[in-house]
């Protein structure tokens, strides 16, 4: 679809147009630049809660966000972007804008629980302090309970064993449901949530593994698990976890209706005992990912430079460039662009070499959502930006019909070319050294 005014629209050949706007500069928190090194200080200040800013440039193109500005609430539409400038010293200084955000507006949040969960799992082998035991450790995972189901060889892997770094890498890759469960169950319900709070990010309730029907009890119980060195030996051994916590009741539903073995109920779908995050939280997640000094030390996860390279290596490595796992081997499946909602929608076409987009997305329900960091090396422009939006217009769940091809894709392609394409003329004093954000992928 074109637009009606000067954009910078990355399309499927890759054939790119200009666009003419500017960014108003709101309480800016300077950060530090690599992934490395640490600044000595940071400011953070509020963000700004209420701006006119997506209000003012969504409506310069009605035709491609109309239906969104007058469907805000109904399509629970969420937005934050955070444009980065740099110092003369080349620590990043962030200046933050929001689109209808509300952390009490509950939105099912899907895969995107996989980037706090992947982190916790390598903060939580970091806390184990056990000499031998790191990321890459072969991990076997039993069964004790009902509905477990166990886990003794991982096909692919180079040498058929299960780690945590391969599970880590399933996930942002292809957003795998099995190695987030397994993540799960070496985490504990407990460890997570009282991590999570502890932190800070105040709107996360992890209760359950995803792609799996289990009982609210079956999800408080998770797998029994070792860790074995080169040799065979065990290195560390956590029994079967039982989670204890309680937690306020919620009233969280989504939709007028939802089907239900093959019956339709007519009333609001209940996701009071479902997992929760806000889109803000997630924001702040990866942007202390990116620039760790861009949050408090509370806030930030306990994992060594080497687990935050790993960590940014493969949410931008694609499928394509995978050899263990073999996705590159299956492009009708996973194509180059898999995943890549924001900037690219549903495209399955190649993206240009000098794009790497840093993110995790998520899809159920009807709801998609993305928190990207994406980067253009060539034009040497960075930019934070995460949306949600409900793609539902019959109101119905479990029914498998959903706007995610002609509301969702589109919305977050359009989105995420108007930023790039703004971002692409801002005026910046200093350029930014990206040097640390290439990295070598599997091919």
Not at 262 to 278: A, W
Not at 376 to 400: P, R, V
Request: with cysteine; net charge positive; hydrophobic share 35%.
């Amino acid at each position: 679809m074109g637009l009606n005014k000067p954009l910078l629209v990355f399309l499927l050949s890759g054939t790119l147009l200009v666009v003419s706007c500017s960014v108003t500069k709101n309480t800016p928190p300077p950060v530090v630049e690599k992934p490395t090194v640490l600044a000595p200080k940071v400011v953070v200040k509020e963000v700004v809660r209420k701006d006119t800013f997506f209000e003012n440039l969504l409506s310069q193109y009605p035709q491609l966000f109309d239906q969104v500005l007058k469907n805000r609430e109904n399509w629970n539409v969420q937005i934050i972007y955070t444009a980065i400038d740099r110092s003369d010293n080349g620590i990043p200084v962030l200046t933050n804008h929001s689109f209808n955000l509300n952390s009490d507006r509950y939105f099912y949040p899907a895969s995107t629980v996989k980037l706090p969960i992947s982190l916790l799992a390598l903060q939580k082998l970091n806390e184990l302090k056990i000499n031998g035991l790191d990321k890459n450790t072969t991990m076997l995972t039993d069964q004790a309970y009902s509905g477990q189901t166990p886990v003794y060889n991982d096909p692919t892997t180079r040498d058929g064993k299960p780690s945590i770094a391969q599970y880590i890498k399933k996930i942002l890759i292809v957003s795998d449901n099995d190695a987030y469960n397994r993540l799960y169950e070496f985490l504990g319900q407990d460890y997570i949530n009282e991590q999570l709070q502890k932190k800070g990010y105040g709107s996360t309730q992890i209760f359950h593994r995803l792609g799996v029907s289990l009982s609210a009890d079956q999800n408080r119980h998770t797998n029994p698990i070792k860790f074995l060195s080169p040799q065979g030996s065990s290195l560390y051994n956590q029994p079967m976890q039982s989670a204890l916590r309680k937690y306020p009741v919620r009233k969280d539903s989504i939709g007028k209706a939802f089907y239900s073995g093959g019956k339709l109920v007519n009333q609001p779908m209940d996701f009071s005992t479902k997992n929760k995050i806000g889109l803000e939280d997630l924001h702040t997640i990866l942007i202390g990912l990116v620039f760790p000094n861009s949050v408090s030390l509370a806030q930030r996860f306990n994992i060594n430079a080497d687990d935050r390279t790993f960590m940014l290596k493969n949410m931008s490595q694609l499928p394509t460039e995978s050899i263990f796992p073999s996705y590159s081997a299956d492009t009708a499946t996973y194509w180059p662009a898999y995943g890549k909602f924001l900037l690219l929608g549903s495209q399955k076409g190649l993206i240009p070499k000098n794009i790497r987009i840093f993110n995790k997305e998520g899809d159920a329900y009807g709801q998609l959502t993305d928190v990207a960091y994406i980067v253009d090396f060539k034009k040497k422009i960075e930019f934070f930006l995460s949306a949600t939006i409900y793609c539902n217009k019959d109101g119905i769940l479990n029914d498998d019909i959903y706007d995610y091809e002609t509301i969702g894709f589109p919305f977050l392609k359009n989105l995420g070319q108007l930023i790039y394409g703004l971002e692409t003329k801002r005026p910046r004093k200093i350029i930014p050294d990206l040097s640390p954000f290439i990295f070598e992928y599997d091919k």
